[in-house]
């Protein structure tokens, strides 16, 4: 399966500035996805990025405030703009396929996640 | 659209017994069932996952059923031991789209 690595792992933001989460993957994938999940709670999806075109943002979310970037099959970037601090979650990278044996349609990955808090 | 409610949210068990969590779902249409383990700190892991043509389906200690008329599916861990604890989500989806609608996740404890 294919092994994601997310930076930052954590970070503490001020109110009002924005950050970027890296996610990069060891092999090429068709479709990479960004959840949030919020403390305690369950995971949503955000969008889904797309390679060499804008992201499909998910109802509740825009692009405004979560830009995405795509650039090749490896690499993805979400940026959380304008935080306040009911962005305090997890952001989640992922991507298609699974653990042999469990692999097929639908089968996600996740990366370890970006906790983020907002003061 | 579709919906997931899980239950409980938080279980405790004794090592060696049995831990079951159940979760239901609103959407007919949903055809793909899918089991993620999170521990502290990490995202997310599939442990298992059912399609809606098949009733049951299982791996060492862990099970999965599916009733597609009651819509509802279940997670059974037998034998139950302390580095199975972690929060556990149920998903639903179909085999048509990447999306997936999770549950609110159960935190399951497994005492020593």
């Known amino acids: 399966s294919a092994v994601i690595s997310q930076k930052p792992s954590r970070d503490i933001c001020q109110r009002g500035t924005s950050l970027t989460i890296q996610c990069q993957v060891d092999?090429?994938?068709?479709?990479m996805f960004w959840y949030r999940q919020q403390p305690g709670q369950s995971l949503t999806l955000i969008a889904t990025?797309?390679?060499?075109?804008?992201?499909?943002?998910e109802s509740g979310f825009v692009i405004d405030k979560f830009p995405i970037s795509r650039p090749n099959l490896t690499f993805s970037t979400l940026t959380v703009s304008n935080m306040s601090p009911e962005d305090s979650s997890i952001y989640l990278c992922?991507?298609?396929?699974?653990?042999?044996?469990?692999?097929?349609?639908?089968?996600?990955?996740f990366g370890a996640g970006s906790r983020l808090t907002v003061l | 659209g579709e919906n997931v409610e899980q239950h409980p949210s938080t279980l405790s068990v004794q090592e060696g017994d049995s831990a079951v969590i159940k979760c239901t779902y609103s959407?007919?249409?949903?055809?793909?069932f899918p089991w993620y383990k999170q521990e502290l700190g990490k995202g997310p892991q599939l442990i298992i996952d059912?399609?809606?043509?098949?009733g049951e389906k299982k791996d060492q200690r862990i099970a999965v059923t599916l009733n597609k008329t009651a819509k509802h599916f279940s997670l059974h861990i037998t034998e139950t031991q302390p580095e199975d604890s972690a929060v556990y989500f149920c998903?639903?989806?179909?085999?048509?789209?990447?999306?997936?609608?999770f549950g609110s996740g159960t935190r399951l404890l497994v005492r020593p």
């Open positions: 092999s090429q994938v068709t479709m």
């Open positions: 990025a797309n390679q060499g075109s804008e992201a499909t943002y």
């Open positions: 059912i399609r809606s043509n098949v």
């Open positions: 959407d007919s249409a949903s055809n793909y």
């Open positions: 992922s991507v298609e396929g699974g653990l042999a044996g469990l692999s097929g349609a639908n089968v996600l990955t």
């Open positions: 998903a639903a989806g179909m085999d048509s789209s990447y999306k997936l609608i």
